[in-house]
């Protein structure tokens, strides 16, 4: 971070002073900056190309401010500056002065393409967001954005590299906009673009949007941090003095050949993180000393090893070599800790002036320099985006796509296998045997019922590593197939999505036909036992019930949501001579006819304004109110049995009560607050950031009201959340623990104890 100065930040960490909050204006670039910026790495910078870009974005954007009050074009030239010092080529940068036209002007992307060739219109057309208007929500139209960039940058990963320049750009000029909306972009920015800065290996934009973002969602913290670190930095620094110099002195001596050794800082992020995952205070995050090694060629990266490993006893188990097997991101260096001349553990990684270079830049080190062209046509996009891309085609919808792409960014590596044929297959780390049969085809992963890891017959929950061969065992008897406990082995998205919709088949099949089952025995000696059969007959009675259809009506059933008394009775009703003409017309129903499901006891949930009511001593009665009337709920009722009819409701003060003195009187009474009922669901989640926010999403996306909740985490990062909620009955609450099952983490959502009626 300290030695290479690749793109220059006020909030850039250094040793001393570490980022600071208090964002000092940038210098301000022109467009004569980008030129001699884009002239240092590129032979032929193409200038015209550039100025005609800029001349383009200059028109579109003239009149517009940004919050700051500054000129918007100041904000594409910015983007442009930090693409060029990337190092990416005068394309990408006149796609960068570009990328907020069409999007914001109203530009044409023909008019791009006209002016500035196929080639940036292809890169602008991958930066500009989906049109809002064409979605239902924001949400659904942020992942078709995301989904969109994603598919752009498969084509041509420069996308990626310029969205990140802008969001880098953005998350620097974010104190003029007002917190909430500043705190949403920061946490996308946590969520989406760092894990992806990550996957292209470029830990300087990494470091400065997670120290940028850790500054606005949790401001306290940072602080503290950013506190700490100064605290300790007098003492820390003259330690890591006395380091650099011994091992410079060491190095010289066997006569290894060093470009430079230097100190590094970490990120207040990145500590906080290492707090987190490792559960340690501050002052035990053992690689706060920290010390690269550059040396000029591989060999030089091992002999610098042996040297450190002669001076420091090396700590075990910390020795990692990069260098041999790199990471996905192609991440190359040999790290190592040993117990340094203070006692203190101090480590030190050893790259090659290459290798700290790709560390630097990642991905885009392939660019610029050495005349290096753009990604050939022949390579293939990472597997990591690959496999985004490839679930996503069977995914059926934005939140789908959302939490796999989150569940696809928060695995930190991957492993490389082979199938028996040699080929090669990359998975996120810590996946399976399922997970590997689930990426070859869903029907293996269906039928998969073992493995064969390297020969040898392994569990389904065993965890594969790089190098294995993987054999999938595959069997069709009654017997396999997906089952819940398949949930708990897999960690692919598309593995999970597919077991996930596997189960709920299986299990709506079930339900159906014990649903079906429960009304036929109700039904049984009344003749109308066929009746549960008659398709048409059952959609009609399930949609006057509420139901979207028989199917809907007999999985309420067989769930045992819903009483088939009920359905009798309705179903009386429906057949009854009176009614016999609106067999096939449901929406011909008398207005205000209603079940007392409610009475029931909360299986179905309402809406606001359908008016609920008690008859006392009764069940499964059907209500209508009287026309004559027309009751309003709160006004005091009377209800009177009618033949064939349920129960009539009138007003107490109605004029034809009178007339109906003869009929049998009761008591009723409007449902108070429509069923709803205050209740606590319990979830247990492998604790990791923004775990709440996703279950109280979940929670909230199917219209639960959050009255309270309570985390606590234990040793073994286990958090336990207890949630009061208010919910309209059981049904509405189990899919809202099916929804919180769903977040990444979460391993088990319930209720606390059983409440009677329900499963
Ligand atoms: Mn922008």
Request: charged residues 25%; glycine residues 8%.
């Given at each position: 971070?300290?030695?290479?100065?690749?793109?220059?930040?006020?909030?850039?960490?250094?040793?001393?002073?570490?980022?600071?909050?208090?964002?000092?204006?940038?210098?301000?670039?022109?467009?004569?900056?980008?030129?001699?910026?884009?002239?240092?790495?590129?032979?032929?910078?193409?200038?015209?190309?550039?100025?005609?870009?800029?001349?383009?974005?200059?028109?579109?954007h003239?009149?517009?401010?940004?919050?700051?009050?500054?000129?918007?074009?100041?904000?594409?030239?910015?983007?442009?500056?930090?693409?060029?010092?990337?190092?990416?080529?005068?394309?990408?940068?006149?796609?960068?002065?570009?990328h907020?036209?069409?999007?914001?002007?109203?530009?044409?992307?023909?008019?791009?393409?006209?002016?500035?060739?196929a080639?940036?219109?292809?890169?602008?057309?991958?930066?500009?967001?989906?049109?809002?208007?064409k979605?239902?929500?924001?949400?659904a139209?942020?992942?078709?954005t995301?989904?969109?960039?994603?598919?752009?940058?498969?084509?041509?990963?420069?996308?990626?590299?310029?969205?990140?320049?802008?969001?880098?750009?953005?998350?620097?000029?974010?104190?003029?906009?007002?917190?909430?909306?500043?705190?949403?972009?920061?946490?996308?920015t946590?969520?989406?673009?760092?894990?992806?800065?990550?996957r292209?290996?470029?830990?300087?934009?990494?470091?400065?949007?997670?120290?940028?973002?850790?500054?606005?969602?949790y401001?306290?913290?940072?602080?503290?941090?950013?506190?700490?670190?100064?605290?300790?930095?007098?003492?820390?620094?003259?330690?890591?003095?006395?380091?650099?110099?011994m091992?410079?002195?060491?190095?010289?001596?066997?006569?290894?050949?060093?470009?430079?050794?230097?100190?590094?800082?970490?990120?207040?992020?990145?500590i906080?993180?290492?707090?987190?995952?490792?559960?340690?205070?501050?002052?035990?995050?053992?690689?706060?000393?920290?010390?690269?090694?550059?040396?000029?060629?591989?060999?030089?990266?091992?002999?610098?090893?042996?040297?450190?490993?002669?001076?420091?006893?090396?700590?075990?188990?910390?020795?990692?070599?990069?260098?041999?097997?790199?990471?996905?991101?192609?991440?190359?260096?040999?790290?190592?800790?040993?117990?340094?001349?203070?006692?203190?553990?101090?480590?030190?990684?050893?790259?090659?002036?290459?290798?700290?270079?790709?560390?630097?830049?990642?991905?885009?080190?392939?660019?610029?320099?050495?005349?290096?062209?753009?990604?050939?046509?022949?390579?293939?996009?990472?597997?990591?985006?690959?496999?985004?891309?490839?679930?996503?085609?069977?995914?059926?919808?934005?939140?789908?796509?959302?939490?796999?792409?989150?569940?696809?960014?928060?695995?930190?590596?991957?492993?490389?296998?082979?199938?028996?044929?040699?080929d090669?297959?990359?998975?996120?780390?810590?996946?399976?045997?399922?997970?590997?049969?689930?990426?070859?085809?869903?029907?293996?992963?269906?039928?998969c019922?073992?493995?064969?890891?390297?020969?040898?017959?392994?569990?389904?929950?065993?965890?594969?590593v790089?190098?294995?061969t993987?054999?999938?065992m595959?069997?069709?008897?009654?017997?396999?197939?997906?089952?819940?406990?398949?949930?708990?082995?897999?960690?692919?998205a598309?593995?999970r999505?597919?077991?996930?919709?596997?189960?709920?088949?299986?299990?709506?099949?079930?339900?159906?036909?014990?649903?079906?089952?429960?009304?036929?025995?109700?039904?049984?000696?009344?003749?109308?036992?066929?009746?549960?059969?008659?398709?048409?007959?059952?959609?009609?009675?399930?949609?006057?019930?509420?139901?979207?259809?028989?199917?809907?009506?007999?999985?309420?059933?067989?769930?045992?949501?819903?009483?088939?008394?009920?359905?009798?009775?309705?179903?009386?009703?429906?057949?009854?001579?009176?009614?016999?003409?609106?067999?096939?017309?449901?929406?011909?129903?008398?207005?205000?006819?209603?079940?007392?499901?409610?009475?029931?006891?909360?299986?179905?949930?309402?809406?606001?304004?359908?008016?609920?009511?008690?008859?006392?001593?009764?069940?499964?009665?059907?209500?209508?109110?009287?026309?004559?009337?027309?009751?309003?709920?709160?006004?005091?009722?009377?209800?009177?049995?009618?033949?064939g009819?349920?129960?009539?409701?009138?007003?107490?003060?109605?004029?034809?009560?009178?007339?109906?003195?003869?009929?049998?009187?009761?008591?009723?009474?409007?449902?108070?607050?429509?069923?709803?009922?205050?209740?606590?669901?319990?979830?247990?989640?492998?604790?990791?950031?923004?775990?709440l926010?996703?279950?109280?999403?979940?929670?909230?996306?199917?219209?639960?009201?959050?009255?309270?909740?309570?985390?606590?985490?234990?040793?073994?990062?286990?958090?336990?959340?207890?949630?009061?909620?208010?919910?309209?009955?059981?049904?509405?609450?189990?899919?809202?623990?099916?929804?919180?099952?769903?977040?990444?983490?979460?391993?088990?959502a319930t209720?606390?104890?059983?409440?009677?009626?329900?499963?």
């Amino acid at each position: 971070m300290m030695e290479t100065t690749v793109i220059p930040t006020a909030t850039q960490p250094t040793e001393r002073a570490a980022v600071s909050t208090d964002v000092t204006p940038h210098d301000a670039h022109t467009l004569g900056d980008v030129l001699a910026q884009v002239s240092t790495e590129w032979a032929d910078p193409q200038t015209e190309l550039i100025e005609h870009a800029y001349a383009l974005a200059e028109a579109g954007h003239r009149g517009q401010t940004r919050k700051s009050g500054e000129p918007y074009i100041s904000h594409p030239i910015e983007v442009a500056y930090l693409v060029a010092e990337i190092g990416l080529d005068p394309n990408a940068v006149a796609a960068a002065l570009c990328h907020d036209l069409i999007e914001d002007c109203g530009v044409e992307l023909s008019t791009v393409s006209d002016a500035l060739g196929a080639e940036v219109a292809m890169l602008v057309d991958g930066l500009t967001k989906v049109d809002r208007l064409k979605f239902s929500s924001t949400e659904a139209a942020r992942a078709a954005t995301l989904r969109k960039l994603l598919v752009a940058v498969a084509k041509d990963v420069r996308v990626l590299i310029i969205k990140l320049a802008d969001r880098l750009h953005n998350m620097r000029t974010l104190a003029p906009l007002d917190p909430p909306k500043a705190r949403r972009i920061a946490e996308e920015t946590l969520e989406v673009y760092v894990p992806l800065a990550h996957r292209l290996g470029m830990s300087q934009v990494q470091t400065e949007l997670e120290d940028l973002a850790f500054a606005v969602c949790y401001p306290d913290r940072y602080a503290e941090i950013d506190r700490q670190l100064a605290a300790s930095a007098p003492a820390r620094d003259s330690e890591l003095a006395i380091v650099v110099d011994m091992l410079t002195a060491a190095l010289d001596e066997a006569e290894v050949p060093v470009d430079h050794v230097a100190s590094r800082a970490k990120g207040h992020w990145s500590i906080y993180s290492k707090m987190i995952e490792q559960h340690k205070s501050f002052e035990t995050i053992t690689d706060l000393l920290g010390v690269r090694v550059i040396v000029n060629s591989v060999q030089d990266c091992y002999g610098a090893l042996g040297v450190i490993h002669g001076l420091w006893a090396p700590v075990a188990g910390r020795l990692k070599d990069y260098v041999a097997t790199p990471t996905y991101s192609l991440y190359q260096a040999l790290h190592t800790t040993v117990i340094g001349p203070g006692g203190r553990p101090v480590e030190i990684q050893l790259r090659t002036v290459e290798m700290n270079e790709r560390a630097e830049r990642g991905i885009a080190a392939h660019w610029g320099y050495k005349g290096a062209g753009r990604r050939r046509n022949n390579e293939k996009e990472p597997a990591w985006l690959a496999r985004v891309l490839d679930w996503d085609k069977e995914s059926s919808g934005p939140e789908e796509f959302m939490s796999g792409l989150r569940a696809e960014l928060d695995a930190d590596e991957e492993v490389v296998v082979f199938t028996p044929r040699g080929d090669l297959v990359a998975l996120p780390a810590g996946s399976g045997p399922l997970d590997f049969a689930y990426s070859i085809h869903t029907e293996v992963g269906h039928s998969c019922v073992g493995a064969k890891v390297n020969g040898r017959i392994v569990p389904l929950a065993h965890r594969l590593v790089s190098g294995d061969t993987v054999e999938v065992m595959t069997s069709r008897s009654g017997s396999s197939g997906p089952k819940e406990a398949w949930l708990r082995m897999a960690v692919t998205a598309k593995a999970r999505g597919r077991i996930r919709q596997a189960l709920a088949a299986k299990r709506r099949g079930t339900d159906v036909e014990s649903g079906r089952g429960l009304l036929r025995r109700a039904l049984r000696g009344t003749g109308l036992e066929s009746k549960a059969d008659d398709f048409t007959l059952m959609s009609n009675v399930a949609q006057t019930l509420g139901y979207q259809g028989s199917e809907a009506l007999f999985t309420a059933l067989g769930t045992r949501h819903l009483k088939a008394q009920v359905v009798v009775a309705r179903l009386r009703y429906y057949l009854s001579p009176s009614t016999a003409d609106q067999d096939t017309r449901p929406s011909s129903d008398p207005p205000g006819t209603k079940t007392l499901s409610a009475l029931e006891g909360r299986g179905r949930k309402f809406l606001a304004n359908d008016p609920q009511i008690i008859v006392e001593g009764m069940n499964g009665m059907l209500v209508r109110l009287a026309n004559c009337c027309s009751p309003m709920p709160g006004q005091p009722i009377v209800g009177f049995v009618t033949s064939g009819r349920g129960v009539s409701v009138h007003t107490t003060d109605c004029q034809s009560l009178a007339r109906l003195s003869g009929d049998r009187q009761v008591e009723v009474s409007w449902w108070d607050n429509a069923g709803l009922s205050q209740t606590e669901i319990l979830i247990e989640a492998l604790d990791r950031p923004g775990l709440l926010v996703d279950v109280v999403r979940a929670l909230s996306s199917v219209g639960l009201d959050i009255a309270g909740s309570n985390t606590t985490v234990g040793d073994d990062r286990v958090a336990r959340q207890r949630y009061s909620v208010i919910c309209s009955g059981t049904e509405q609450l189990d899919v809202g623990l099916d929804a919180a099952s769903q977040v990444p983490g979460v391993f088990s959502a319930t209720r606390p104890t059983a409440t009677g009626s329900t499963k």
